[in-house]
């Protein structure tokens, strides 16, 4: 691709800077600019994962609520009610029957409150940080090009560092100096994040916008409904397809064949062959709007099949987390916080992508002849194969913990120390941890690479939202799993030492298997977008976002 004689100047043609005016190539953008979002994620990953590997202890142990419940409940007002005596219960006293009184309902509305908002700056950043972090380059230069593809792998750095520190540093702060000291340290992080973002406004690229996602996939369903009883017309190059506006703000799609009755949305209807409603685009859509709705059905299927992965990455954070706090967790006189055992999951990510790097690439590049090493599809499918191993590994491991449990008459003592070695549990964080480096950078690489152009924020948000959901299907399994079993030896107890736990785990592994061919077979089917558009000797326009973190 040629590049364009206005990216050649001082300015860029397809971006702003902040005050409106076209971007300067020497005064906006680059690695200046990029250095304040990465530090912003960075601290941003620190504070939720401070926050999500301790809370599990938290609820359990100063909110007294069971082991199930505290692994279904998102920094400032978490802080308050950590500092105020009356905004959590009274400490357990052995004197009393029941020993802990539980959180009241104000207390829970307060903790619920943080969290939500907490959650909900989380999704408002992590939909956007990653592609406005690959808007600070010029995919039209060369040297800015390979400079985005590095950004990426430094964006996966700093995530990894922040839950380092946060998996350490932090918990560690938590569980010796106190809630209060920790979860204050979370919200001044996030003031430190905010303050060096906003000092990069002046260096920051603003793409200039095509409309609005959603509101384009919408129009195009509402058009095609509107027009439902016409006839498609044999000759695609009927269909109605502004070029000469569209050339510059839209990739040229190849018409496609599949859900040929959104193309119903671009026949040129003979009743309106002028006036104002010619042009209305909830009755008529261009070709190009319809082939990239169509884009994006296409990738649904991938990001249904990849949110079991996610349901089991929510293990690590709860029960895994409730697993260490029975355990030795001693190393001499030191004794490790159950939170921190999550540094063998980061520790295994950092170890993942080096190997990766350094091993993985060379080698599937002689064998699948492909320099890069494994594609984003395939990056995701040894993650999910990771995730079944994560769950077979966890349940032998609670089947050794529970019998060490029983042979030493702890059973029916909840906070009794196990004789058994916390290291035991590192086997299922290793597992989650090398999936997720596999999973979560092809994800990236998948949903930014095969995003219509103007879409970025859109196709991140499809990649995030696995996340979230994720986190709701091990809720949502854990509210059925408690319904089903009720009181009699319970899958799921408040005293995980008489409960079955690895029941639980065996039906995630059981789940996680089969999600894992119905993966396989929509990975099958998928057809990646630069290869369809070689098939129409189309020049892709716009970068392919690989990263090879």
């Given amino acids: 691709m040629s590049d364009l004689p206005q990216t050649q100047g001082k300015t860029l043609p397809d971006a702003w800077d902040y005050k409106g005016r076209p971007a300067e190539r020497s005064k906006t953008g680059g690695w200046t600019a990029a250095a304040m979002i990465l530090g912003g994620e960075a601290m941003e990953r620190l504070t939720t994962l401070g926050i999500a590997v301790n809370l599990v202890t938290y609820l ?12 279904n409940i998102g920094v400032t007002i978490l802080t308050i009610s950590t500092v105020i005596p009356s905004l959590r219960p009274p400490k357990c006293a052995a004197d009393t029957v029941p020993p802990c009184i539980p959180a009241s309902g104000k207390q829970l509305a307060v903790l619920d409150l943080a969290l939500y908002l907490t959650a909900l700056g989380t999704g408002g950043l992590k939909s956007s940080v990653s592609g406005f972090g690959s808007d600070q380059f010029d995919d039209s230069d060369k040297e800015e090009k390979t400079r985005m593809t590095n950004f990426f792998s430094w964006f996966f750095f700093f995530i990894s560092i922040g839950s380092l520190c946060a998996v350490t540093i932090l918990v560690y ?6 809630r ?11 003031v430190v994040a905010l303050v060096v973002f906003l000092s990069g406004t002046r260096r920051y690229r603003f793409k200039k916008l095509v409309g609005s996602p959603l509101t384009q996939i919408v129009a195009v369903f509402v058009a095609a409904c509107r027009k439902r009883r016409l006839e498609l017309p044999s000759d695609s190059s009927l269909l109605f397809n502004d070029e000469e506006g569209q050339r510059k703000k839209k990739q040229r ?30 009755y008529l859509s261009t070709l190009t709007d319809v082939e990239e709705v169509k884009l994006i059905i296409r990738m649904l299927p991938i990001w249904a099949s990849t949110i079991m992965f996610w ?22 006189s030191f004794q490790i916080p159950a939170a921190s055992l999550t540094v063998f999951f980061v520790g295994s990510i950092l170890l993942t992508v080096p190997i990766y790097d350094r091993i993985i690439v060379p080698t599937a590049g002689k064998v699948l002849k492909n320099p890069h090493g ?11 194969v990771f995730s079944i191993f994560a769950m077979v590994a966890a349940a032998f491991t609670e089947v050794k913990r ?17 004789p058994l070695s916390v290291f035991w549990l590192v086997p299922q964080f290793f597992f ?5 480096a596999f999973t979560y950078i092809g994800q990236l690489d998948f949903f930014l690479r095969e995003c219509p152009k103007g879409m970025k924020t859109l196709s991140t948000g499809l990649f995030l939202s696995t996340l979230s959901l994720g986190f709701f299907v091990s809720s949502l399994l854990v509210s059925i799993v408690r319904k089903v079993n009720g009181n009699q030896r319970p899958w799921l107890a408040d005293n995980l030492n008489q409960g079955q736990l690895y029941d639980f785990y065996w039906l995630l592994a059981i789940l996680s298997a089969v999600n894992l061919v119905i993966y396989l077979f929509c990975a099958k089917w998928y057809v990646y977008k630069d290869k369809r558009l070689a098939e129409e000797g189309i020049e892709l326009e716009e970068t392919e976002l690989s990263c090879h973190a």
């Avoid at 359990?60 to 692994?71: C, D, E, K, P, V």
């Avoid at 494994?374 to 999910?384: E, K």
Wanted: glycine content about 10%; proline content about 4%; hydrophobic content about 40%.
């Fill in 60 to 71: 359990t142990a100063t909110m007294h609520l069971g082991n199930a419940t505290s692994a």
């Fill in 402 to 418: 529970l019998k060490a449990a029983q042979s030493h008459g702890l059973a029916n003592n909840p906070t009794a120390e196990i």
């Fill in 173 to 178: 702060i938590q569980d010796n100096l106190g």
């Fill in 253 to 282: 799609l190849p018409h496609t064949r599949q859900l040929s009755f959104l193309d119903k949305a671009a026949i040129k209807d003979p009743k309106m062959a002028s006036g104002i409603t010619a042009v209305n685009k909830w």
């Fill in 180 to 190: 209060e000291w920790g979860y204050g340290i979370c919200a001044c992080a996030i």
């Fill in 374 to 384: 494994l594609t984003p599809l395939q990056r995701i499918g040894v993650g999910l």
């Fill in 311 to 332: 349901t089991v990455y929510a293990q690590m954070t709860t029960f895994s987390v409730s697993q260490a706090t029975t355990m030795d967790r001693h190393i001499g």
């Fill in 432 to 436: 989650v941890g090398s999936g997720e």
